[in-house]
């Protein structure tokens, strides 16, 4: 090998190691690359490089040659063109180490981990829950005020309507059944707030009121307390003297009461119509939706002494009482001799106090209309103008064009066979004991003067006619 080979041999040579150094690098960066995403070390090796200090220039290189070669001095070493390492690098092992680690890590990203997005949305959530909590509170907290006012507006009626409502109040009724009553009535919204506030009440007070039956007319303004008081006996109030002549109707009896300021006319003769009392006599009122007042005839007149602004249902009350207290034992008793029921007694003796202009008159009166009952054969009816003079100067302004000509048959007793449907004023004493007592006659008719009052008698009704004559009810032909 001459020299020139041997210098190409060594230019060769370091560009072969070169290249190598380059393909080093190459491989290095790409290992570290993938430790480095594998989160794994490089396992260190040694490499050493084989150098030849003894070579040197050759003489017969050229000047050029020889400084290509000589790059780093005279005096460095070099490169024979070597390579060695102390340790191969074991790839099955750091195939093993990266599939481990890898393994490893993909643990580690499936074990959740707290982090700051799940704490603020754990924070959130409880925000959230609290939020939720606070406003069911809030919610409750004013459905409780709503109830409370609602209960406390039933005792002190703030802003409440002032619409009127017809309540009708059963004999014998305790405080926590009209508050029931109340209640249907949509007077009130809380009865049973309302009872236990006037349980309470009444405990403190000690009080255990009485109610009076009736039919009341009430606002929802005026408070549960003040509905309960009204339907009280009044103790303590301003009080009137008052006085129903014989013979009055009902109706002039509720304008005289109306009048007087003691109650109003038209709760007097509903509480009439609707309202139960406890007597006897009451009960055995017969045919009642057919009268135009069932209780005609049974408010005893007399003088009276009421409260101002009375109940009406005590006004009855107190005048039924009256009449009770007048139809005694014995009247009892000559009813039932004379085959005759408290009511027809009462019809009769209304008959009676209209058609007799005095006392003096009615025993000859009552006994015209008790012969012509004992003979109905020949006298079916009993032929009183007065009981068609009730309907034409008193129902009539009570009902409608309809219902006139209804009670007019139903009260005409030239149309009815016997007694009318009912009573046709309230009679007093006299009349009655008239009904009850008649005189013993043979007279079928009568008639009497209306400007002197004066009343004729009569066995026919040829002598009846005669007498219409007298009387100047019709004139001579």
């Keep these: 090998m001459n020299n020139n080979d041997t210098g190409k041999g060594r230019i060769s040579a370091n560009d072969e190691f070169d290249e190598l150094l380059k393909r080093y690098e190459v491989s290095s960066k790409s290992d570290q690359e993938k430790s ?13 490089l084989s150098f030849d200090d003894d070579i040197k220039p050759s003489e017969n290189n050229s000047a050029s040659d020889n400084k ?29 180490n990266l599939s481990n680690r890898s393994g490893q890590d993909f643990k580690k990203q499936q074990r959740p981990t707290p982090n700051k997005s799940s704490k603020s949305l754990k924070k959130s959530e409880d925000k959230k829950a609290f939020a939720i909590h606070i406003a069911i509170l809030c919610a409750i907290s004013i459905l409780l005020s709503i109830w ?19 309540v009708t109040i059963p004999e014998n009724a305790k405080t926590s059944q009209i508050i029931g009553i109340l209640h249907k009535e949509k007077l009130i919204k809380n009865k049973v707030f309302c009872r236990s ?12 009121p ?11 303004d005026m408070g549960v307390e003040k509905m309960l008081i009204y339907m009280q006996p ?34 007097f003769l509903e509480n009439l119509d609707k309202a139960m009392f406890d007597y006897d006599f009451v009960k055995d009122v017969k045919k009642k939706k057919d009268r135009y007042h069932n209780l005609e005839g049974y408010l005893f007149p007399d003088t009276y002494e009421f409260f101002v602004g009375d109940n009406p249902s005590n006004v009855i009350r107190t005048m039924l009482k009256r009449f009770n207290k007048e139809w005694t034992p014995k009247y009892d008793a000559r ?40 003979d109905p054969a020949n006298y079916p009816s009993l032929q009183s103008d ?78 009846h006619n005669q007498n219409k004559i007298k009387a100047k009810l019709t004139s001579v032909d």
């Excluded at 480095?36 to 050493?48: D, G, R, V």
């Excluded at 009080?239 to 009461?257: H, Q, S, V």
């Excluded at 129902?395 to 007793?413: E, F, I, M, P």
């Design 234 to 267: 009044k103790k303590e109030a301003k009080t009137i003297t008052i006085t129903f002549p014989e013979g009055w109707t009902i109706d002039k009896m509720a304008e005289r009461l109306e009048k007087n300021g003691i109650c109003n006319k038209r709760a």
């Design 210 to 220: 009485q109610y009076l039956s009736g039919v009341y007319y009430l606002r929802p």
């Design 36 to 48: 480095q995403s594998n989160h794994q070390k490089k396992e260190k090796f040694n490499l050493t």
């Design 386 to 463: 007065a009981t068609a003079h009730y309907v034409t100067n008193c129902v009539r302004y009570g009902v409608d064009a309809s219902q006139y000509d209804t009670y007019l048959r139903r009260y005409n007793t030239y149309n009815v066979t016997g007694f009318p449907v009912g009573a046709i004023c309230n009679p007093g004493s006299q009349a009655i004991e008239a009904a009850l007592y008649p005189e013993s006659t043979d007279y079928f008719y009568f008639c009497h003067n209306e400007e002197t009052k004066e009343v004729f008698f009569a066995k026919t009704l040829m002598e």
């Design 197 to 208: 506030f006037m349980r309470f009440t009444l405990g403190v007070r000690k009080a255990n």
């Design 148 to 166: 409370a006012m609602s209960c406390l507006n039933d005792i002190i009626a703030f802003n409440k309507k002032e619409d009127v409502i017809t």
């Design 335 to 374: 009813a039932k001799e004379l085959g005759l029921t408290v009511d027809e007694v009462i019809t009769l003796a209304s008959i009676i106090q209209k058609e007799a202009g005095s006392s003096a008159q009615m025993g000859k009166i009552s006994s015209v209309f008790h012969n012509r009952l004992k």
């Design 68 to 96: 290509k070669y000589n790059r780093t001095g005279d005096n460095s070493p070099r490169y024979k063109g070597e390579v060695y390492f102390d340790s191969r690098p074991n790839t099955n092992k750091i195939q093993a």
